[in-house]
């Protein structure tokens, strides 16, 4: 997953109301009990599939931010939960697109067409605002890096994934890449950190790789946990550094009609 450019964000924030690709089908409902998976997923031919999101979710999938970088809005728009379909047109390069995961994130046409969606559907408005905030460096450590070369040429993806012990029942975490580049370990890393994460490691290319952390009690301790594991298992560090992070401000939200 690849974080925008501040210029980039800051066009398509203003352009989101705007003619651009849109879903030929698309069903936004409210979640039920009997819904009982959180997540967006994606499938061959562009179909996005999300459950239990809420719109503040949705905007973390549709611009491809970190949490934090949202601010604002109702606050039904972090607590109401929507479960969405959608598929492209057969025009589109969507329309052929093959994830190499069901978790594999959206690519940039597909977010897209979230964006109209939510633009159409919640009728969402938003603006852009700077300010001054540390960021991490992802660099390579003394020694480093531990990245294998990739074993295939399918769409690069970084994901996580969960393991539990049979022995005492125990669950860690499993930061996987696949055909993955830097950049793309350091977008996907940002919110487990709290801030954004840059990549200053200056390797090229595609790697595969493998980071496994216990799960903690809080978030913070998850991150030092995956902070530890980055070093010990990639021979990869951070070093924090000022810098300056965009974010979208959400002016206007309505609830979705039934379809």
Not at 5 to 34: G, M, N
Not at 67 to 87: H, S, T, V
Not at 143 to 163: I, M, N, Y
Request: proline share 8%; aromatic share 8%; with cysteine.
């Amino acid at each position: 997953m690849r974080l925008l450019p501040i210029a980039s964000l800051a066009l398509l924030a203003a352009c989101a109301a705007l003619a651009q690709p849109a879903f030929e089908v698309a069903s936004v409902k409210p979640s039920t009990d009997r819904d009982t998976i959180i997540g967006l997923f994606t499938y061959p031919g562009g179909r996005v599939v999300a459950t239990k999101y809420t719109l503040r979710m949705l905007i973390h999938d549709a611009y491809n931010l970190q949490d934090q970088r949202i601010q604002g809005g109702p606050r039904w728009a972090g607590e109401d939960q929507y479960n969405l379909e959608a598929k492209p047109p057969k025009s589109s390069e969507s329309s052929r697109w093959v994830p190499a995961s069901f978790k594999t994130p959206p690519n940039p046409e597909m977010r897209q067409m979230l964006q109209t969606l939510l633009a159409d559907r919640f009728h969402l408005k938003m603006h852009t605002e700077t300010k001054k905030e540390s960021v991490y460096a992802l660099v390579v450590a003394k020694g480093g890096p531990k990245l294998k070369p990739p074993d295939t040429a399918k769409e690069p993806f970084v994901g996580l994934f969960q393991k539990r012990s049979p022995y005492d029942k125990s669950i860690s975490h499993s930061v996987r890449g696949q055909n993955a580049t830097m950049a793309q370990l350091a977008a996907y890393l940002g919110p487990s950190m709290g801030r954004p994460v840059l990549d200053q490691t200056g390797l090229k290319g595609n790697f595969d790789f493998e980071v496994e952390y216990a799960e903690s009690a809080s978030r913070a301790e998850n991150a030092a946990q995956l902070l530890g594991a980055i070093q010990d298992q990639l021979k990869l560090r951070f070093e924090t550094q000022p810098g300056s992070v965009d974010a979208l401000v959400i002016d206007r939200a309505e609830k979705p009609s039934p379809n």
